[in-house]
């Protein structure tokens, strides 16, 4: 196989990008990643990286270098924001790998950046190129041309495919699919970090937080090595502010997050006082498409299937998504030799599974945010059921592996 034929054309150097890089290598064959960012970025929030999708990064060798910026929380927390009490306590840690065979951990998601980026960097068989941009791409019988702007020229780059994982407004899927818009949720998350050492004694440190409440949720848990507890809220945006722009986000005053949280548990509450950069972004999700391939192109990741955060599952189903890929794509894939079939096989292997994760998300979003008197019932169920029911109903999630 020539050197040409075996590159893959990345485009977005984010955690799919990264992660479908990486897969395509260990599965011999090359990516060329396109990142229009001049560097990585050292900001974001935090996210979690359930066991499905640890088991993608330990069979990429990442496993122990991920653990040393991660967490694993004991449990997660279901918290009553009114009452400040524990509705019911769902086992991770120990019990996530003995019932699943590897850890649930949470992560900044700069952190896991990095460990994607470095372990790029040191791969022979990719290339990341920063400040530049995968524009457009031609289709053609020997595989694509990826038109890349960047340093004020514009450069071709030959591949067998080029993947889309250009994030929630990807350029690929606005150009190559219909209807394919992102749609805003009418949901804004105002996103925190503040500092351990800021904290009262009896602040959890350990676990996931999820607080529950009518029209919003919150969430809180450790992130950088335990030094920052990050917090984020998904509230509604009011009726008063016009629809986002693709590219809005703003701080955020804490003042009026506390407007929006109004009557939540002053412990909680306290958590906005403390000084730190509070933002607001608004929500957006991608419309369920018919196919996420297109001759010798395909997306991942946001760019195919941007879901709201509330299965926790957006950057799992990205690497997920990276390794069933590059699977499919590999040498001794099937079938053999033919990339645009090699890559419809990958959207029929993945859409499946992906519509049903943001389902999951979709009926937890009704759940978290029911008012009472349905709440109340909710609260009681999930008593009566326990953590160990629960956290089994996901087994169908967390005991997916490449």
Request: aromatic share 8%.
């Amino acid at each position: 196989m020539s050197e040409k034929s075996r590159t893959v054309i990345v485009a977005g150097g984010g955690i799919a990008g990264l992660s479908a890089a990486l897969c395509l290598a260990e599965n011999g064959l090359r990516a060329d990643v396109f990142e229009q960012a001049p560097a990585f970025e050292s900001v974001g929030a935090g996210l979690q990286i359930s066991p499905n999708a640890f088991h993608v990064l330990e069979r990429l060798g990442l496993g122990r270098a991920i653990k040393t910026v991660a967490t694993a929380p004991p449990a997660i927390r279901v918290m009553s924001v009114r009452s400040g009490r524990q509705i019911v306590n769902i086992p991770l840690g120990a019990a996530a790998i003995e019932r699943y065979g590897a850890p649930y951990l949470i992560v900044h998601r700069a952190d896991l950046q990095e460990v994607l980026s470095s372990a790029a960097s040191d791969n022979p068989d990719v290339t990341l190129h920063m400040g530049q941009r995968v524009d457009d791409v031609a289709l053609h019988a020997n595989g694509v041309t990826g038109l890349v702007y960047g340093k004020e020229r514009v450069n071709e780059y030959s591949g067998m495919a080029l993947i889309g994982a250009d994030g929630v407004w990807s350029r690929m899927r606005t150009m190559y699919f219909d209807n394919s818009e992102a749609q805003f949720s009418g949901l804004a998350a105002w996103r925190g970090l503040v500092p351990m050492d800021a904290l009262p004694a009896w602040q959890d440190r350990e676990n996931v937080q999820l607080w529950l409440a009518s029209n919003a949720h919150a969430v809180s848990y450790p992130v950088r090595q335990g030094r920052y507890l990050n917090f984020v809220a998904i509230t509604r945006m009011g009726a008063q502010e016009d629809k986002p722009k693709q590219s809005w986000v703003e701080d955020g005053a804490p003042g009026e997050l506390a407007r929006e949280l109004s009557g939540w548990n002053k412990g909680l509450l306290e958590l906005l006082q403390h000084r730190t950069r509070w933002t607001k972004w608004p929500l957006f999700a991608v419309p369920r498409m018919a196919s996420w391939n297109f001759g010798a192109m395909a997306l991942i990741g946001d760019a195919a299937h941007a879901m709201l955060p509330f299965a926790a599952q957006g950057a799992a189903m990205a690497i997920e998504d990276a390794a069933v890929l590059a699977n499919c794509l590999a040498p001794n894939g099937a079938p053999a030799g033919d990339t645009a079939a090699a890559l419809k096989q990958y959207s029929q292997q993945r859409m499946k599974r992906v519509q049903r994760a943001a389902r999951l998300a979709q009926q937890n979003r009704s759940i978290y945010h029911m008012q009472p008197p349905l709440s109340m019932a909710r609260n009681i169920a999930m008593g009566v059921l326990g953590g160990r029911r629960l956290l089994a109903r996901q087994d169908w999630l967390y005991n997916w592996t490449p």
